[in-house]
């Protein structure tokens, strides 16, 4: 797009303000790239982010049912055998030890 003022100017000045002009439309061309770029990135971090928030949850919870469990086994005598309850936290303990996503 020729700038109004392009008829004033020598040839090499012309070309020179043509050059300014595609410089400056990369610019801007580029400029919006970047900020697309940015955008995606902060949504794929907000959403693993998002992710392990909760597989800490559920790994914290996991983890309090078991000592739960465990605190109560341990104040049972030992004859009574094993604790459902406790039998319980480690099957939920041993759910989410494969992949942090599962628990």
């Known amino acids: 797009m ?3 003022d392009s008829q004033r100017l020598t040839p090499l000045e012309r070309e ?3 050059l300014v002009e595609r410089l400056n439309a990369a610019f801007e061309q580029t400029s919006q790239q970047l900020a697309d770029l940015e955008q995606r990135s902060t ?5 693993r982010l998002t992710s ?3 597989s800490l949850g559920n790994s914290i919870a996991a983890q309090t049912h078991f ?8 104040m049972q005598p030992a004859a009574n055998g ?5 039998i319980q936290a480690l099957n939920d303990l041993k759910a989410c030890n ?3 996503t599962s628990c």
Do not use: F, I, Q
Request: glycine share 0%; charged share 15%.
């Open 2 to 4: 020729p700038h109004p």
């Open 16 to 18: 020179l303000l043509s």
């Open 43 to 47: 949504a794929l971090l907000s959403e």
């Open 52 to 54: 392990l928030e909760a």
């Open 67 to 74: 000592n739960e469990a465990l605190a109560d086994w341990l």
């Open 82 to 86: 094993p604790s459902p309850v406790l």
């Open 98 to 100: 494969p992949a942090p």
